[in-house]
Nanobody, 125 residues
Framework: QVQLVESGGGLVQAGGSLRLSCAAS????????MGWFRQAPGKEREIVAA????????DYTDSVKGRFTISRDNAKNTVYLQMNSLKPEDTAVYYC??????????????????WGQGTQVTVFS
């Protein structure tokens, strides 16, 4: 079965950095588009970043552009979200996600089918 396991969350001071990891099993990240989502208290889940299967394209929500970077390590079958210049409003549970299909999936994915359990990121000022 497909499993996505996030790690790397925690407490961080405003202005600091964290790197989230998403270890995948049951799918090969080099052949799948992958995404990071987050859900803050009292807010709806939103997409944060996405990377195409070929790594030729990336998308970011406006609020994180210039601060967050999505990447992957194919050898480790792992997707990362590097988060710099963190702000209190970045506080949320962060989720890793994948669409149903591999490289034949449309870009950008419209629907994500596989989800991790989430990792908490808390930014304090």
């Amino acid at each position: 079965q497909v499993q996505l396991v996030e790690s790397g969350g925690g407490l961080v001071q405003a202005g600091g950095s964290l790197r989230l990891s998403c270890a995948a099993s049951g799918l090969t990240v080099s052949t799948y588009a992958m995404g990071w989502f987050r859900q803050a208290p009292g807010k709806e889940r939103e997409i944060v970043a996405a990377i195409s299967w070929s790594a030729g394209s990336t998308d970011y929500t406006d609020s994180v552009k210039g601060r967050f970077t999505i990447s992957r390590d194919n050898a480790k079958n792992t997707v990362y979200l590097q988060m710099n210049s963190l702000k209190p409003e970045d506080t949320a549970v962060y989720y890793c996600a994948a669409p149903l299909r591999d490289r034949f999936e449309r870009w950008p994915p419209v629907k994500y089918n596989y989800w991790g359990q989430g990792t908490q990121v808390t930014v304090f000022s």
